[in-house]
């Protein structure tokens, strides 16, 4: 059996030549081990592993971490992902690490999780090149050469003038075709789209794709140049997003992942499963409430299902179509109503499209054509009713200042239930000699 140093170099290569197959071995390994593996890496290739570990499961093994290695793991880490990681971490908790870093990487951190969640300053980056004014090209060009040896490459050269200042910016090919004795401010563009630090990372994203830019500077409400917001980064950050508001649209969590903990899943889950529940007894009371007229024609029950699931479909189409409006903000508030109307017309014409086939379909089935009656009115009018509803629900969502993505579908399952078995049942009332 090799002794535990023995071993250490060998990990030490694995985490060299494959972090993120290294993150997915921290992640299946028991904290005791991994917490073992991480106090005795090097600092820079912890912080390797980090980057593709899932968030959960960094902040459990960060909160975790001897006050030694924590401190020198933090300095190591990217900024951005520090600041995630410490954020889905207790208050107490994140206070207590942060205070055992440096006063420089304090300041950081503290200055990123000042910003909100889902702001432009929260995914900034100062990894850009910024150059004051009065400098000449040829400086600038050996200067950006000294800096393309440590990496740091950039289409775009900001300008600042003394006061840190957004003065402009300069494309590199501008640079390199400018005669070389002339100062940036001569050759530099002063017209420079910027954005906000607290600016929705939405918007950023819509004003970046409208533009054409690779990278947008963040500045502050004095014009200091605090960062930059690259595509590539921005993209990513939407594309989580918008895998979040899939989840909360089903009701889990928006930062859960496959390997979160089974308590963490249970927290987020389970409050909305009680109100799926809540939900679920409000149709079965509308059942309930025909029961009589259930008991005396029974294949009414073999229906039921039918209109429902059909609504529950025709309305998720409806959310679907809208909450990618309202996500890619396609929705103005003047044409809101719009929508509403469009959608409860394509409802309607679903429901008679449909109510007709259902229609038809009863009565071969059962022999009697006003089923087939009471069927396809009752799909008209709940499908009219999902059109209706799986735009009004995630506008009104949004509109009181909800999150729609949270629970839309809970609430329009609700909806086409409670209308769809109301609609069939009560029809049958009303046609119950002709069913009889």
């Known amino acids: 059996m090799p002794r535990r140093g023995s071993l250490l170099p060998i990990v030490q290569r694995f985490f060299e030549l494959d972090p993120k197959a290294a993150a997915l071995s921290l992640e299946t390994m028991d904290e005791e081990t991994a917490l073992q593996v991480l ?24 909160s975790q971490l001897r006050g030694e290695t924590f401190k020198a793991l933090a300095e190591t880490l990217d900024p951005q992902l520090a600041a995630g990681i410490l954020l889905t971490l207790p208050e107490d908790v994140r206070h207590t690490l942060i205070e055992l870093l440096p006063d420089r990487s304090k300041g950081r951190l503290r200055e990123l999780l000042e910003y909100p969640e889902n702001s432009a300053g929260r995914i900034m980056t100062t990894d850009f090149l910024a150059f ?15 800096l393309a040896k440590k990496g740091i490459p950039s289409s775009y050269l900001y300008v600042v003038d003394e006061a840190n200042n957004l ?33 929705d990372r939405e918007e950023v994203a819509n004003e970046l794709t409208k533009h054409g830019f690779f990278a947008v500077p963040v500045v502050d ?13 921005l993209l990513s950050h939407v594309q989580e997003e918008a895998t979040e508001d899939i989840q909360k649209l089903f009701g889990a969590g928006g930062n859960e992942r496959s390997f979160s903990p089974v308590g963490f899943s249970l927290r987020k889950r389970l409050p909305w499963l009680y109100v799926n529940l809540a939900t679920a007894f409000l149709a079965a009371s509308v ?37 990618r409006g309202l996500v890619m903000r396609e929705i103005p508030a003047t ?13 309607m014409f679903n429901g008679v499209i449909i109510g007709v086939v259902t229609a038809g379909v009863a009565w071969l089935w059962h022999g009697n054509p006003w089923l087939g009656v009471v069927i396809g009115l009752a799909m008209i009018v709940n499908l009219l009713a999902a059109g209706f509803s799986g735009a009004a629900i995630p506008i009104g969502m949004k509109a009181v200042g909800l999150d729609p993505a949270q629970s839309s579908s809970i609430v329009l399952t609700t909806v086409t239930d409670v209308v769809g078995f109301f609609a069939f049942l009560g029809l049958a009332v009303v046609f119950q000699s002709q069913l009889m």
């Open 132 to 146: 004051h004014s009065s400098i000449r090209v040829k400086d600038a060009i050996l200067k950006l050469r000294r």
């Open 39 to 62: 106090d005795a890496l090097p600092p820079k290739l912890a912080a390797d592993a980090f980057h593709h570990l899932d968030i959960a499961r960094a902040a459990s093994l960060i």
């Open 287 to 323: 059942i309930g409430m025909f029961e009589p007229i259930i008991a005396q024609i029974t294949i009414l029950a073999v229906f039921l299902p039918v209109v429902a699931g059909q609504g529950g479909n025709a309305g998720a189409q409806s959310l679907a179509v809208v909450m």
């Open 221 to 233: 409400s004095e014009k200091r140049l605090l960062g930059i917001v690259k595509s590539e980064h």
């Open 167 to 199: 003065a402009g910016v300069i494309f590199m090919r501008d640079l390199l075709i400018a005669d070389p004795k002339t100062t940036l401010s001569s050759i530099m563009r002063t017209e420079v789209f910027s954005i906000d630090p607290f600016m």
């Open 335 to 347: 044409r809101v109503w719009n929508l509403i109307l469009k959608e409860t017309r394509i409802g």
